[in-house]
């Protein structure tokens, strides 16, 4: 079993919707969460990052980390066909190696 | 200002060959990474440095060599290379006391 689980999708929209991404993981080591967009062909880029529980708002961004249930989300309002990419979820812990452990990435596609 | 930066962008090469991947940063950071990204694998981790002069195996470290050169760069080594060592890799660093990384835009190689 994998330590992070990410559905990859793909997973397709129209313009305005509301998204939700999500990933669960299972090392309860884990206390720095982040996601990161990668478009077709380029690298991942940091989109929001979170530390231990609770929500992080950035403009359309919402990143919430519920660590009761080891699970993690992404908000996106009113997604626009520019959000049409891959999502990647990534997390590592406190202390030891400090790399990241990414899930598999959602694909996302923004139909206009 | 670059960021992370690779080259090259793309290689072919046949089995048995072997290739150097460079990796350099301009900003600073003392941890360096190097990934690779497998359809449905999400990215893995090959070998990391923590500081120059110190390099750990990864998830995936079978196959392949570092070098932390100096602060600014480190190159990934492939010396025979296979088959199953087509993919995309990513260079990636960051800072002191900060997990989230920043990556490169990836070199695509394929083993023929």
């Known amino acids: 079993q994998k330590e992070v689980e990410q559905d990859p999708g793909p997973l397709s929209v129209p313009e305005g919707a509301i998204v939700s991404l999500n990933c669960t993981y299972s090392?309860?080591?884990?206390?720095?969460f982040m996601w990161y967009r990668q478009y077709s062909r380029k690298g991942p880029e940091l989109l929001m990052y979170?530390?231990?529980?609770g929500n992080k708002e950035d403009g359309r961004f919402t990143a919430q980390v519920d660590k009761s249930s080891k699970y993690i989300s992404l908000f996106i309002r009113d997604s626009q066909p520019s959000d049409s990419a891959t999502y990647l979820c990534?997390?590592?812990?406190?202390?030891?190696?400090?790399?990241?452990?990414f899930g598999s990435g959602t694909r996302l596609q923004v139909q206009p | 200002n670059a960021g992370v930066t690779q080259t090259p962008k793309f290689q072919v090469l046949k089995t048995g060959q072997s290739m150097t991947l460079q990796c350099a940063q301009d900003?600073?950071?003392?941890?360096m990474y190097w990934y690779r990204q497998d359809p449905g694998m999400g990215l893995r981790l090959i070998y990391y440095?923590?500081?120059?002069?110190?390099?750990d195996k990864g998830e995936v470290p079978n196959g392949y060599n570092v070098s932390r050169l100096n602060k600014r760069e480190f190159s990934l080594r492939l010396e025979s290379a296979a088959p199953s060592q087509t993919s995309v890799y990513f260079c990636?660093?960051?800072?002191?006391?900060?997990?989230?990384?920043?990556f490169g835009q990836g070199t695509r190689l394929t083993v023929v």
């Open positions: 979170t530390y231990s529980s």
């Open positions: 990534a997390m590592s812990g406190r202390t030891g190696r400090r790399a990241l452990t």
């Open positions: 090392n309860s080591a884990f206390q720095y």
């Open positions: 900003m600073n950071h003392n941890s």
């Open positions: 990636a660093s960051s800072g002191e006391g900060y997990t989230e990384a920043f």
């Open positions: 440095s923590a500081s120059e002069g110190t390099t």
